[in-house]
């Protein structure tokens, strides 16, 4: 008798998001603002509700269409580049994904990647989010400079 085995490919899409904006604040201010996950994290990811920073990590609970989920990284600044490595959960689903600004006078670039759970879906959203956040970033930058009197 011979069997038949079931076979299973899971392919994972990577979800990868590069814009670049132009900007009148210095580098140093950028780089103060943006490496602060308080700042970033819910004005680029909406969906965040609670966040708690702790050194140079991050944890937080968001809701998105009444899908609960964990988000959790940390924080690499140098001097021109600052990295959120990050990791969603929700329960055993997982994705893993890094949001990247690339800081050079009067230019800020960002790439946003992910994998994982809900990445299909995601990937449409992403783009959404990075969009309004990029097009908010100089104003936003900008309070929030006035706000920390940067």
């Given at each position: 008798?011979?069997?038949?085995?079931?076979?299973?490919?899971?392919?994972?899409?990577?979800?990868?998001?590069?814009?670049?904006?132009?900007?009148?604040?210095?580098?140093?201010?950028?780089?103060?603002?943006?490496?602060?996950?308080?700042?970033?994290?819910?004005?680029l990811?909406?969906?965040?509700?609670?966040?708690?920073?702790?050194?140079?990590?991050?944890?937080?609970h968001?809701?998105y269409?009444?899908?609960?989920?964990?988000?959790?990284g940390?924080i690499?600044?140098?001097?021109?580049?600052?990295?959120?490595?990050?990791?969603?959960?929700?329960?055993?689903?997982?994705?893993?994904?890094?949001?990247?600004f690339?800081?050079?006078?009067?230019?800020?670039?960002?790439?946003?990647?992910?994998?994982?759970?809900?990445?299909?879906?995601?990937?449409?959203?992403?783009?959404?989010w990075?969009?309004?956040?990029?097009?908010?970033?100089?104003?936003?930058?900008?309070?929030?400079?006035?706000?920390?009197?940067?």
């Amino acid at each position: 008798m011979r069997r038949k085995f079931l076979s299973k490919i899971i392919i994972n899409i990577l979800v990868i998001l590069e814009l670049s904006v132009t900007t009148s604040h210095d580098t140093e201010s950028l780089r103060i603002i943006l490496s602060d996950p308080n700042f970033v994290l819910p004005l680029l990811f909406p969906s965040i509700k609670d966040l708690k920073v702790l050194g140079g990590s991050f944890h937080g609970h968001a809701n998105y269409l009444n899908i609960d989920h964990e988000v959790s990284g940390n924080i690499y600044i140098s001097s021109n580049e600052i990295n959120y490595p990050f990791t969603l959960s929700r329960g055993k689903n997982l994705g893993t994904g890094r949001l990247t600004f690339y800081l050079t006078p009067g230019r800020i670039s960002l790439k946003l990647e992910y994998e994982g759970w809900m990445e299909t879906f995601a990937g449409g959203l992403l783009g959404r989010w990075v969009r309004k956040f990029s097009r908010e970033l100089e104003e936003k930058i900008r309070m929030e400079r006035i706000r920390r009197k940067i």
